[in-house]
């Protein structure tokens, strides 16, 4: 069976001497191959299961993707615990050795660029979930508390469309709020973290939770910080639950929020 080079991700050859373990499919085992001061990741796999009449549905088999898949994060994983790391995607794949050389000698500035950037310094994930109604409730009460003393002194009718009008406006209200402690806590994480970047929100279907993302970031963390990046995350949560707004926080991730462009992809 014809054989290809799967690459897991790229690391510092002057920190990462030796790995231990199995590669994708738990037969072959890691090795690793340097250029220069970088050092690829990489394992044998079967070409037919990433290239070829098979490949296709073997791709839409979710058993077979997802146990690879945690394999390969496994891996990045691993090799970050020794060394910064730029993590490829899952499937990337080149036919020799020779090729892959090719590809580390053409990137060589932008990667080493990226290893510096990302040295002492690990990816967080912030979400922030929002139980709308909780929040809608809690402001529609402080609009009604600002606005008793009017209210009390109105007729009936007039206090009750005073009182509509004030609902009506909460929706609006929300959304101003949500900005402004948005960009509040934003700037207050920015001061902890090397580089930022906005993800795309999920639905509930795909979250699984009973809130709704209203943010999705993701933050390179100083490690002289990351403690201070803790507290500021339960300060926050602290102060925004009891209106409905929580932030959830995970973490270390390998930084693939913030891989640079390469056409490192499969040369197949």
């Not at 790391?85 to 500035?109: C, D, M, N, Y």
């Not at 933050?219 to 949560?237: C, K, M, P, V």
Request: charged share 30%.
């Amino acid at each position: 069976m014809e054989s290809a080079i799967y690459l897991f991700c790229l690391a510092r050859s002057s920190l990462l001497q030796t790995i231990e373990g199995k590669g994708l499919d738990e037969e072959n085992p890691l090795c690793l191959k340097r250029f220069l001061d970088i050092t690829a990741v990489v394992s044998a796999v079967a070409l037919d299961d990433f290239c070829g009449p098979l490949s296709e549905s073997r791709m839409q088999d979710l058993a077979w993707v997802g146990s690879r898949a945690c394999r390969h994060e496994e891996v990045v994983e691993q090799v970050m615990r020794q060394s910064p790391v730029l993590p490829l995607r899952f499937g990337t794949i080149f036919s020799a050795a020779e090729s892959l050389k090719k590809r580390l000698e053409k990137h060589h500035e932008a990667i080493s660029q990226f290893l510096d950037k990302v040295t002492d310094r690990q990816e967080w994930a912030v979400k922030g979930m929002l139980d709308r109604a909780r929040a809608r409730d809690e402001l529609l009460s402080l609009s009604l508390a600002k606005e008793e003393k009017h209210l009390a002194s109105s007729s009936p009718g007039i206090r009750y469309f005073q009182e509509q009008r004030i609902r009506t406006g909460v929706e609006k209200e929300l959304s101003s709020w949500l900005r402004e402690v948005s960009n509040q806590i934003r700037n207050d994480l920015s001061r902890f973290a090397s580089d930022f970047c906005q993800r795309r929100l999920f639905s509930r279907e795909v979250t699984g939770n009973d809130r709704d993302m209203v943010l999705n970031w993701a933050l390179l963390i100083q490690s002289g910080a990351l403690t201070d990046f803790h507290t500021r995350i339960e300060q926050a949560n602290a102060e925004l639950a009891r209106r409905g707004l929580v932030f959830e926080l995970s973490g270390p991730w390998p930084p693939y929020s913030f891989t640079p462009s390469l056409d490192m992809e499969s040369d197949l």
